[in-house]
């Protein structure tokens, strides 16, 4: 499945539909009169957030979503049939954008959130309810309130609860293999992840999200690179992992390059707890390990970890350092304690 994080689309609830102008002509009924009955209501606009979707690629291939009008009202006091809502799925994270992307207009951040973003138009009046003592006879009615659209972006967040960033071939994606049930792609040259990847970690009898995002280089605020639009997928992370390469010219400069551009984002990213890892011990000595650190630390890490992700060496105490930043149960483990009760709750059967 391609992945896709942005994506524009075309919204139009449904009309109302128009009231009946109608009169009863029965031979045996002695006062006949108006009779006829109101529109149905047009179809609203409802975005859904659902669980297993994680990328917007169907809005690709579809941008238009119009849902139906209401019928029109009918004689003998009938109200038109009212249209279903057009319910829109998206994955949790998604936000909602002007067309301008200036303005948020939604964010689904939790499974099953609805939104009624445009409401469908009342159907219209019959001129059976226009009838009173002085007008017995009205032809009068409404045609039904118009439809509301509407050009939107739609933009998606992953939501994750530990990021993973770093400069490209910093082994990123060797980490993630390697603490997870991600299946990244590796390779020996830079921007080996061009999407942002996620995986699930087990540690110590706890589960949590670990998303992977494509490399930073100098620049990449102002487009370098593939630039820093996947950064927006760790904003609402908890903690940031900055794995910083060991075999690199200069690590104390590769990390305050990445730091520079976490700057330049904004969003508050340069503000968030982080782990800084000295990656790809297995390419070093214990003594040039042990000089970089404290060179990362005069640069300003708080402390650093030395690990490798190829062959796991010093990766438990990092993922011990992460935990400690989580809440007592993330959204995987609650997710997975509520399907575990579920399946505890269906009574036994022998078929």
């Not at 659209?149 to 400069?167: F, H, N, P, Y």
Request: charged fraction near 25%.
């Amino acid at each position: 499945m391609h992945f896709l994080d942005q994506a524009k689309i075309f919204l139009k609830s449904g009309a109302g539909g128009p009231g009946a102008v109608s009169f009863r002509r029965e031979k045996y009924v002695e006062y006949g009169g108006p009779d006829g009955g109101n529109g149905g209501k047009g179809g609203d606009i409802v975005f859904e957030a659902v669980q297993g979707l994680n990328t917007l690629i169907d809005f690709r291939y579809a941008q238009h979503f119009k849902a139906k009008r209401g019928s029109h009202g009918m004689g003998r006091d009938r109200t038109g049939a009212g249209a279903d809502d057009l319910v829109i799925k998206v994955p949790v994270g998604t936000q909602v954008l002007s067309e301008d992307k200036e303005e948020i207009l939604a964010d689904f951040t939790e499974v099953g959130q609805r939104v009624v973003f445009l409401e469908g138009g009342i159907g219209g009046r019959g001129n059976a309810s226009y009838k009173s003592s002085t007008n017995r006879a009205p032809r009068q009615h409404q045609p039904g309130e118009p439809s509301e659209e509407m050009w939107v972006w739609l933009r998606l967040k992953l939501l994750a609860d530990v990021g993973l960033l770093g400069l490209p071939n910093a082994g990123k994606s060797t980490f993630i293999n390697a603490v997870s049930n991600a299946k990244a792609k590796v390779g020996a040259y830079a921007f080996t992840t061009l999407v942002p990847k996620l995986g699930v970690v087990h540690h110590k009898g706890r589960e949590f999200v670990l998303a992977d995002i494509p490399g930073l280089i100098e620049g990449a605020a102002d487009g370098a690179g593939i630039g820093d639009r996947f950064l927006g997928h760790i904003e609402r992370c908890r903690v940031l992992i900055h794995l910083v390469d060991i075999s690199g010219d200069d690590p104390a400069a590769a990390m305050t390059t990445v730091q520079e551009e976490l700057a330049a984002y904004g969003a508050g990213l340069e503000k968030k707890p982080q782990l800084i890892a000295l990656n790809k011990l297995d390419l070093a000595d214990a003594e040039l390990a042990e000089g970089f650190a404290e060179e990362l630390l005069e640069a300003g890490a708080d402390q650093v970890f030395a690990v490798s992700g190829a062959t796991g060496q010093g990766i438990e105490p990092l993922l011990d350092a992460v935990l400690s930043y989580l809440p007592d149960r993330t959204s995987t483990e609650t997710n997975a304690a509520e399907e575990e009760s579920l399946d505890e709750a269906k009574p036994w059967s022998p078929l």
